[in-house]
């Protein structure tokens, strides 16, 4: 009998004796599986959430690259509108991981809050020199500093359109606003005040009394003017000669009294519509004078408000007719200039 047969027969007869062969492959396998690091697959991360909208705003997570300029180009489709989300907030640059709340909606109207009312100044300007200076004439280099200053001390320039929209409480607009106008129509205002205002970036309001613009060596051409609306700036009326709406000739009677300011009124803005093909809505009073006669006209002829030269800012209150301007005059310093920005009242909290 071979060997191979003899084991057969042994495991046969006797199968327990497989027992010791079972349990060392046993322990064969186990110690080979410790020896074989396991593997675990971690849980899902969920996606994190940047942004959730609600109907009236939007929270947001703030992420690497955001700034107030980016949220509001992306979820209030106006970067303009930046200010909205860090006044909401009451904060600097937003930080990466800050929660903020992007509100959809004006939610200030008329700059009315719990501590006040917001005002806003409309700076009046009239004639600019390279070096000289006046009562009316302001220099290059004053005018300059004014427009940096406005800069450096965070305030926005913007529209009379926007000022308005204020006004009727359909828009919110900076709480430091500002409007810059310019009165009359010399050429100063475009060889010396437009480069400055272009320089900035910031948009202004020509009012003009359409007798003066004759195209001299001291006053704007009518070709001037079109250029300077093509670059941003606004005009509106300052009426037809500048006379003294208030005022009645010595020789005229009141019929032709109350005739000639419907002309001054009415015949400025079709001129204006003539030469620029442009409808006016605004009007500058001539000396800032004003009468219950003269605004009556105004409404009459169309006009959605007009401004004085009564030194003062604006709550949203105030008569749209009787609107406030402080003149700028060439001797201010910076001191002074800066005491005419006032942006908020609490008086009714007193």
Known sequence: ????????????DNPKCLLPLFYLILLTVTIGGCAIPRIETPPPVPPRIEARIFPDFVVVIVQEGDTFTSLARKYLNDPSLDFLIAEFNETGEPRVGQELIIPLAPFEKGGLSARGYQTVPVLSYHNFSSTEANKSTVTKQAFE????LLREKGFRVITIDQLFDFFDFNRQIPKKS????IDDGWRSANDIALPVLKKFGYPATLFIYTDLIVGSEKTLSWDLVQ?????????QCHSKTHRNLTLMGKKESYREYVESVERELSECAQVVKKRLNKDVKYFAYPYGDTNLLVIHLLKKQGYRGAFTVKRGSNPFFLNHYEI???????????????????????????
């Not at 250029?227 to 005009?235: C, E, K, R, S, Y």
């Open 324 to 350: 406030q301007r402080s003149m700028v005059y060439g001797d201010l310093s910076l001191d002074q200039f800066e005491k005419n920005l006032a942006v908020f009242s609490d008086e009714a909290l007193r």
């Open 227 to 235: 250029a300077m609306v093509h670059q941003g700036v606004d005009i």
């Open 1 to 12: 009998m071979t060997q191979r047969e003899k084991t057969r027969r042994k495991i046969r």
């Open 178 to 181: 500002v409007v810059i106008t």
């Open 145 to 148: 500093e004014q427009m940096s």
